[in-house]
């Protein structure tokens, strides 16, 4: 679900194509350019959070590593916390881990173990929306610790894979659908 028009159509501009990147038939959706210009990663802020506002969210969960820098500014938009899920041995506290499979083999996301109390309202920010198994692994999480998932916010949906339909149309809101 796009959000506004004119600023879908502004992050449209502002993104960069790089092919080949990181491997061989890949176009690479870079964001650097949006993510240079205040104004316009101001307008992406409050667009992510938008849909959630009146929520009452208590923790944002950015899933590494883009999710990072647009989760943490959606968590201070919404007056909430703010949750690193990061790839297995990259926290320094007691974790939980929750593993997924990759189009060859596995990778995993950890959050601590103290990072979501029981019963507090998460939204899930990444910056794309593939196939969906990278936020389906950080809402197992959630649900393992006792969160409510109250949605997932990207800056981008590529529609032409199976993640929205994989993660619920209904909890799942982007800037663009591509």
Known sequence: MTTDLTLADDVKARMRDVKDFPRPGIVFKDITPLLADPVLFGRVINGMAAPFRGQHVTKVIGVEARGFILGAPVALALNAGFVPARKPGKLPHHTIVERYALEYGTDGLEIHQDAILKGERV????????????????????????????????????????????????????????
């Open 123 to 178: 939204v899930i920010v990444d910056d794309v929306l593939a196939t969906g198994g990278t936020a389906e692994a950080t809402m197992k999480l959630t649900a393992q610790l006792g969160g409510d998932l109250v949605g997932f916010s990207f800056l981008m949906a590529l529609g032409f894979l199976d993640g929205v339909k994989r993660l619920g149309a209904d909890r799942v809101r982007s800037i663009i659908t591509l």
